[in-house]
């Protein structure tokens, strides 16, 4: 079944549900997981939008995806951490990236919930994580 995960997690309201449904089918299939935290930053000399990562460092960042990490671990359920870093709009191709580097059997990750017009203007991750890859993609909401 879905022995391997890749669970994208960021700072949005429902990255809770991504992290609590992660677990339930790594617990369910015995399997272990990859936590992706992708911080995205402008193209220098470009303005990137509203959807900028914010100021935290590259070591707040990763103590946060390690302490995630070990909430897994005390679950009884195998994990990793990893943080990458990319340009503003290319967090999709990250993650799917990372999903073929660990060879997962499905990737978890959110969905912001953005309305229509903005998901249009905006993009929208998880859409192109889902049309990006070939492995199952479970969206949380």
Not at 62 to 74: L, M, P, S
Request: aromatic share 4%.
């Amino acid at each position: 079944m879905y022995e391997k995960l890749l669970v994208a997690v960021d700072h949005s309201e429902c990255t809770g549900r991504v992290i609590d449904a992660a677990r339930e089918l790594a617990r369910l299939a015995g399997g272990e997981v990859w936590l992706l935290h992708v911080l995205e930053r402008a193209a220098p000399g470009k303005y990137a939008g509203p959807a900028l990562a914010g100021n935290e460092t590259r070591a707040e960042e990763q103590a946060t995806v390690d302490a995630v990490a070990g909430e897994f671990t005390k679950a009884g359920i195998k994990a990793h951490g990893e943080l990458r870093h990319t340009v503003f709009g290319y967090a999709a191709r990250e993650i799917v990236e990372d999903a073929k580097i660990h060879d997962v059997d499905a990737i978890v990750m959110g969905s912001r919930g953005r309305g229509d017009l903005a998901g249009l203007v905006l993009g929208s991750t998880a859409h192109k994580v889902i049309h990006l890859t070939d492995r199952p993609v479970l969206v949380v909401r």
